[in-house]
């Protein structure tokens, strides 16, 4: 009998898993259910799209239902999984344009269900103008209301990623912005000293930021959101972009059985394998390995979702993939700066209980006689006996990019002295003839 295969969610990880599984299993049945209106599509380009960079929506769109028909994966949008029988190995479908509901039977099963916007208490949460950002759904709503409400002033909640990425298309988009964080800096993935580098760059481009103020809620007239109101008082606001976090829509999962591990995420091993037989999970609503301390974590990125969907792809398909864990590597840009981090920052180290060592300098990212040139800092972190290398935060005008070095020699187990030796391209347009990793690498012996 044909084994049949159900994959709930689409996106990176469950159009990875799909797409995967076809190409290994050519007669399996393969089925995904989408909630949204969209399958596939780059959810990191949206900041750009509602700045204008990326002109239109359908750029960020990777393939249609009707693609992967032709590949004989079928897929179905606006149909939400309600519920997973793991007994009798079917899920419940509701079909949400026409109210139908049905059942599914499945002899594999990958979940990727995503992450969901953290949604705080707050009041007003639901007045016109108040935005979360995760669909493609979010992003058209967000630029058409720009685009027909014209608005003057804005607020971002939250100073991570997202929030700035959004900060930055609010001002391509003529909106004065401010930034409200309840922590004492921005990025608090990042060590205090290098997301401090941050601020000077939001100042220059007139965005307000505003740190150690927690939002209690949201005000307005005739349904539409005039005032957001924190700790400190009230400031005026036109339009909001609430994003203070992802976390993992595992719900569904968790319902029908489905351990969760410490972060709130599916507990997975290296094969995606739930603790349910012949159910995997991956992507936002999945734990990862972190490489650097052999633990669960939770990092929620594009990198690793298209990643994991691959291995729960091949594995439901009868394979025996491995997925290797992560370093959580990660770059953002903000206006024209770029910072960038892979493995554990220094606080985080000391948190795990390590003994660290650190070493922090300030070199050009090209040769200092090409006009171009700007300064780029470089924190590197290593096990002070040891001397292995546990993470590294990069912040420049150019170059950061060079943190896939730095996830390269984390995956190899490297320590501080071995980076030194690494043979890096110079040339002057592209860095001095001694790298600043190298030059942090130098000073860390």
Known sequence: MTERLIVIGGVAAGMSAASKARRVAKGMEIVVYEKSGYVSYGSCGFPYFIGGVVPKIEDVIVRTPEQFAQKNIEVHVHHEVTAIDVAAHSVTVHNLDTGAQFNDHWDKLVVTTGGMATRPPFSGFDLDGVFTLRTVEDALAIQRFIESKKPARGIVVGAGYIGLEMAEALCARGVHVSVLEMLPQVLPTLDPEIAALINDE????????????????????????????????????????????????????????????????IAVDDHQRT??????????????????????????????????????????????????????????????????????????????????????ITAPNQAHYIPAHRPMRVKLVYEADSRRLLGSQIVSKGGALRIDAIASALHAGWTVDKLREVDMAYAPPFASVWDPVLVAANVAK
Do not use: C, W
Not at 234 to 253: D, K, S
């Open 275 to 360: 603790n349910v037989p012949d159910v995997f999970a991956a992507g936002d609503v999945a734990e990862a390995m972190n490489i650097v301390t052999g633990r669960p974590t939770y990092v929620p990125l594009g990198t690793t979702a298209n990643k994991q969907g691959r291995v729960a792809g091949e594995n439901a398909a009868g394979g025996e993939a491995r997925f290797a864990g992560i370093a959580g590597t990660a770059i953002v840009k903000v206006f024209s700066l770029q910072i960038a981090q892979s493995g554990l920052t220094e606080k985080v180290a000391r948190r795990e209980g390590l003994a660290v060592k650190t070493s922090a």
């Open 202 to 265: 939001l100042a220059e481009h007139d965005v307000d930021l505003l740190l150690e103020q927690k939002v209690l809620g949201f005000a307005g007239a005739a349904g539409r959101v005039q005032r957001v109101l924190t700790d400190a008082g009230e400031l005026p606001a036109e339009i909001v972009i609430v994003a203070v976090g992802v976390r993992p829509a595992a719900r569904l999962a968790a319902e029908a059985g489905v351990a969760l591990g410490t972060t709130g995420g």
